[in-house]
């Protein structure tokens, strides 16, 4: 199995919950059953994961499938940006994580870095909004789109959180090891080419 099957499954997902979500009629909603069950077995043979799990995490939602969304904060201190060490994989990432309902963008991206890092920013502006399928990340079930945000330090102190093994800030000479599920090093030298060109448009997709 390749990585075009894995679109191909999450395509047919997406598909089979639209039309759950809005066909009124039984006959339809069977043949909608079944293109989820063909998206669940697509998944199980690419990622050998159990079908009950998969089930679960990848086929249980329901209403209109749209992207989920990704915040990122960027904040730099002498021309060093901040990461952290996730505890999942142990490698290093832009705090952030997946959207809050009840919160903007902004707000996610200054939650995330005191909840992260210990520190407190205030959100200055957008600078990508980036399709995760662009982007050389690993495979997963979901699609993704990927917002970083330009923010400024004003208070508190580096401290790790709950998700997190380490915080420090590098230059773009000496990253870490990135998990590169969260971010890329294109991604983190697109973010140093907003330190060096403040006036950079905003990059999207």
């Known amino acids: 199995m390749n990585y075009k099957c894995l679109e191909l499954a999450k395509r047919i997902q997406a598909l089979a919950q639209n039309g759950l979500t809005y066909t009124e009629g039984e006959f339809d909603r069977e043949r909608y059953e079944e293109l989820r ?5 697509l998944m199980h043979e690419f990622s050998h994961a159990e079908i009950p799990l998969i089930k679960e995490l990848f086929a249980n939602q329901t209403g209109y499938q749209t992207p989920m969304v990704d915040v990122r904060a960027v904040v ?10 996730e505890k999942i994989d142990g490698c290093w990432a832009l705090p952030g994580g997946w959207a809050d309902v009840g919160y903007t ?4 991206a200054v939650k995330e870095v005191k909840e992260e890092a210990g520190l407190e920013v205030k959100a200055e502006r957008v600078l990508a909004i980036l399709d995760k399928k662009c982007h050389p990340h690993p495979p997963q079930p ?5 917002i970083f945000i ?4 004003i ?3 580096s401290t790790t959180g709950i998700e997190t093994l380490d915080v420090d800030f590098f230059s773009l000479e000496d990253l870490p090891e990135l998990s590169k599920d ?4 294109s991604q983190i030298e697109l973010m140093f080419d907003f330190l060096h060109s403040p006036d950079k448009r905003v990059v999207i997709d």
Not at 182 to 185: E, L
């Open 150 to 153: 330009l923010c400024e330090i």
């Open 155 to 157: 208070g508190g102190e």
């Open 142 to 146: 979901f699609y993704v789109y990927k």
């Open 37 to 41: 069950s063909i998206s669940v077995e």
């Open 105 to 108: 963008p902004s707000e996610v």
């Open 76 to 85: 730099f201190k002498d021309r060093k940006i901040l990461m952290v060490k």
């Open 182 to 185: 969260r971010n890329i090093q």
